[in-house]
């Protein structure tokens, strides 16, 4: 059973940093298409960042690029989210996920593994 573990979320200003890490439980993590995703209180679960099995290929929505990076070690099994910039409406839960169906992905319906999800709260 593959398990996803995100952890480093919490409050900051706007104009902070954060750093989100998942851990993951899977067997070959290089297999996996991993991506991040958000949810803020009253809206839809939005992509943020995928990155390929190899995390040679990267992509980003158009709200977070330029500020939010997405990395993997693949030899610790985790994936990150580097988040500079932070703005108020970048506040949500954050999750993690994982897919071996796709290289390539920005729909949430096309992962099939989550994490429990961290929160992000930025103030102005």
């Known amino acids: 059973q593959v398990q996803l573990v995100e952890s480093g979320g919490g409050w900051v200003q706007a104009g902070g940093s954060l750093r989100l890490s998942c851990a993951s439980s899977?067997?070959?993590?290089?297999?996996?298409?991993m991506g991040w995703f958000r949810q803020a209180v009253g809206k839809e679960r939005e992509f943020v960042a995928s990155?390929?099995?190899?995390?040679?290929?990267?992509y980003y929505a158009d709200s977070v690029k330029g500020r939010f990076t997405i990395s993997r070690d693949n030899a610790k099994n985790t994936v990150y989210l580097q988040m500079n910039s932070l703005k108020p409406e970048d506040t949500a839960v954050y999750y993690c996920a994982a897919t071996t169906m796709y290289s390539r992905s920005n729909s949430q319906y096309e992962y099939a593994y989550w994490g429990q999800g961290t929160q992000v709260t930025v103030s102005s």
């Open positions: 899977v067997r070959i993590f290089i297999s996996y298409l």
């Open positions: 990155i390929s099995g190899s995390g040679g290929t990267t």
